[in-house]
């Protein structure tokens, strides 16, 4: 690993002095069931960039392209409006490209040269400690020989993108792979502090998935935002996209024919059902789509006091749900609820200074 | 025999180069070749031709032409051809001829070992088992080896004329002569496939029929038989390959037709083995047996009466003779049947099996279960009889006890997968949650338990308290329903095997089961409601009413409960009228059980509807009560007409065709032809399809707007033109013209309820004009007759809600429910409303709902929750649901301050 441990430093340092709440609890879990290594990922600070590359690929028909335009242009728009980002920090490579001069989101075509440009001018830009999110939307395949996206021109293989990748080792790499037989592409990705979704989870997953217009959905408004702290995890987009996904099968009728899935501890066995502390998901859940902003903060000795107690009980509690299985049910909710009602009544206190 | 035997014969190299021979059946039993190995070689070779030839075409089925050469066999060959003979003589029905010729030809039955066994078994068939006995009771005692067949047909013998005891011994000595390897035929090794089956020893008896049809494919006996042992077992799949096996070398094996029937349910086979064996005992009771079962017990009679005729001992015939005297309660008839079994038979538990069979499918399961006792106590080993046992215990609701019979029969026939099925969904109800109102107990899912049962429960209360009214009557109570998730649950409860078709509700008179709401697309109060009117009819009646009027009055009672349920078939009803295919009203039941498509299926239950119509409208519902109260009673329908109208059936049919005449009329709508019906599945609830209209929407054209255009010219009231022309005129964005023909379509069918409908397709045009008003105007127009479309309902209720009109946006919400509770949106609606009304019962109704639907954001659904519970005053629920948002976001303020409440509030 070629990480740079020393600025990560400053970063967690940056982090632990922040006063926000919510993410910092967040991290602290995540830190305690991670190892060292773990620990060096995703802890990028406010200052630390948020890039995404929206990469679209080919279409089977016109219809499928509409689509898969529409997707990739809300996925644009939202992380925009919603995330921060900026025409600036957001690379959609569309298609063919053709499109561009009626849609100035439109940075260049999904073929491979555009592809591989995007990335050296990525690995120019961002800086370390910077995280990128790569959205794949398109078609995909596999067979024996390689797993495929399916650009315009000659399709890239799961390796081939893994080598387009391999350079951006400073910052916390993000790819969520929305494509049909995305898995085996996926799994070619895989690698220690990166978080890699797929929307399938076999080779025989070869139907288009409606992954992508959940995850969409999970990220605008932060609809997904499961624990109501004000921001969107890798982890939850997930949940969010990946239960809704199996929601519309059932509303359908119909048996899935999609199970999306994570890595993100490198070892390329993904997981359904990932969580902090069981295999996959400790990064996940601490890789945000946004930075987060600390606001304005109280720095009276007794509000600063308060914060750090309200910290400690959160921490508290994200211990006790993550030993949950070792304790009696009863026990266990008298002593969650023993530090989540001192936890609201400290909150309650601390908003009410000044 | 053990399975070590059998697989080491099964290897043995011997036995595989046998199946290489191509040895005819009749050769085979006879054992000639081994006998005479060098007879290949001999002079005699010159006869062999006649008699394989002839053999050649008995197992091909060309049963004559096999006769006539097997008579010209003689000679060293003579025994042979004389099997032969007979053999052939019984496949076309001459069971006489082919007795004489056996006869004059044995002179010892010992020392025509064969010839003997094969004279018993056509007494056996003729209804002379008393001389089938004597006949192979010689063969066996008079051989120190006899052959395994005589063997196991005296075995048989002995347990069919209750000498269970003594039949072990020829039974177990034809088993042990294959567990030492003395049996290689595929013949006899089916005949110890069957003692090991009379025996109660399944597996073996699968393994020997698996050896003997590998041995030799082309043994029509071994194949038939291993399919008959899967039709014992309800192992329908296996059963139909041995007998399609059998059928792709002999077509006309009337032994293979027979069974094929009994898996498929038609006439055909049965009428073409018939063809070719008039006197085929087996086949005559068949088609009986179905006729019966289609209600057509009169056309049955006539083909009982000749098995009868060929075979007195027919068990099977004298069993429908004893259940129709039994149902019809001719007790005499039925006590002088019983003895007359009991001559040739006593102590038959198949019998009383029969009965039990016969009145479980009579929905007379008291009855049943009394059979089915006897049974059981005729033989304790009957295992079909401790399944037919626990099968209707468990239709009265008495689920312990039936469950009991049921292990027991699996316990010692494992195979039976009517029980095995039976058992596996008691494993399923035991994750069930059992809940209960004043009158009903109910078993669902614990998922259906918090989204179905708060819908649920109120309504099975108001079907009580109406139809107690309106019947004066009180069925026993609790009545229990069941509701299952898995469609094969259902089926296997319902009927005991996982294929039950469209049903997606069946009464069993004190019991219902259905289908969940989450598996159907149709409005599921309406299909409850339905089910519980029969409760009331059935029970009325003992479980004696038709199956037209039980289906006529619940489905008349779908409208009387609410006004946009029920069936409106009117285009169903000109075109039958048209066609003339209005049943006579004595002959309804007729439209079900003769129901070949969906269609017919459907029509069957709206002409059922319309004569209760007919006589709620024009005799009053009083009458209709009374005509109800009749069938309670044995006595010919015509006389309960006569009874309740003064008039006989027949005028009364005239009557209702009067008023069906007027209707038509009414209603004043041209049937073109050349379209369908609409047709839609789940026994007419749910949304029936327009396929005319469907692919007008999918494939509009000039052709077909020219051709529609045209059809409206020449019959202004043509509903199907207009509509069809409507929908490629929306298409073509010719908004204006379509609206016109839409219109008239809409004026002319105003109930029309099929999909699409004028009304649906009118909103779409306004939905594209933008005019939301008079969208949703059509959409009301069309829910007024249509019960299923769960979305237009909730865009209904949210359109009533954004306008403040919370009665209206309640009474979409209700609607939306009726049709699926499983969805967000509805329940979105229906808390908002709660929160509007400042009604915390029905906020906390809707959000524990949604608590248990909204995966993605339980954080906020949890929290909402615990606010309603604590304005109804809930706060040890509020703060349990609290805790459980927090415990995922506990830096959730709004969570917190909902925390905080909830611990002040707690006591």
Redesign the interface.
Known sequence: MNRKHKSRTSFLTMLRTALW??AA?AAALASAQTDDQEDAYFRGGPESGRHALIITGAAASDEIRERFSQWSNSLHDVLARDYGYSADTITMLLDDGSAASQNERIDGSSRREDIAAAFTGLQQTLAAGDQLTVFLVGHGSASDAAAKFNIVGPDITGQEFAELLAPLNQQDIVVINTTSGSFEFSAALAAPGRVILSATRTRAERYDPMFARYLID?LDNR??D????GRLSVLEAWT?AS??VL?WYS?Q?RLPTERAVIDDNGDGNFSLEPAAGTGDGGLAEIAYFDNHSAGPQKTSPEARSLLAE?QD??RA??LL?GQKANYLEEEY?TR??T???D???K??RY?ELQ | MNSNNLRKMTRTPALARFALRPLTLCLLLQGVFFTLPATAQDPVVQLEPALERAEELLQAGSYLAAIDLFQRVDGFEEEAGLLGLSQALAQTGEYAQAIEVLEDAISDYAASARLSTQLAELKRATGQSAEALEILEAVVTGNTTPPVRALVQYGSLLQYTGRRDEALGPLNAAIGRYDTGAVFEAEEIAMVAVASWLLDRFHDANSLFAEAVRLEPENLEAQVLWGDLFMEKFNVVDAEKSYNAALEINRRYTPALVGQAKISGGERSIAFALEVNPNDVAALETMATLLVMNDRAEEAMEYVDRALEVNAESLKSLSILASQAALHEEYDEYARLEAQVAGFSPGNARFYGDMADAFGNAYRFTEAVGYARQAVAADPNYWQGHTLLGTNLIRLGQDEEGRVALELAFDNDPFNVMTSNMLKVFDTLEEYATLTTEHFEVRMSQRDARVLWPYMAPLLEESWATLTAKYGFEPEAPVLVEVFERTDDFAVRSVGLPDIGPLVGICFGRMVTLISPQ?L?ANWQEILWHELVHVFTLQMTNNRMPRWLSEGISVWEEREARPEWGRRHGMELVRAAQQDKLLPVANLNAGFTGANTNEDLGFAYFQSYLVVDYIAQEHGFDKLIELVKQYAFIKEESEMFETVFGTSIDTFDAGFRSWVDRRVQEINVYVHTEDAADEGEAHGHGQRENSSAVMAELYNNASLKQHMRQRVQDQPRDFQAHLQLGIVLFKEESFDEAKVHLQIAQDILPDYSGYPSPALVLSQIHERQGDQAARLEQLKVMLENQQHDYDSTVLLAAAALESGDLALSRYYMDRALAISPY?LDVHQIGAEIARRLNDPQMAVRELEVLVDLD??????ARTDLAEAYLSNGQPADA?RNI?TA????????????V??QA?DAAP
């Not at chain 2, 976001?889 to 969570?895: D, H, I, L, V």
């Open positions: 709440v919510c609890g999970a609809q997904g499961r624990d109501k702290n969010f239960q809704s929601g509303e009728g309200m009980l959160e509690v994200f749900r909710w969650m609820e530090l989540l009602i936890l609201a009544r909150t309650g908003n | 598996t697309d969805r995966v993605n954001d339980p954080v906020e703060k805790l927090l415990e995922i976001a506990p830096s959730y303020s709004r969570a917190q301050e925390l905080l611990v």
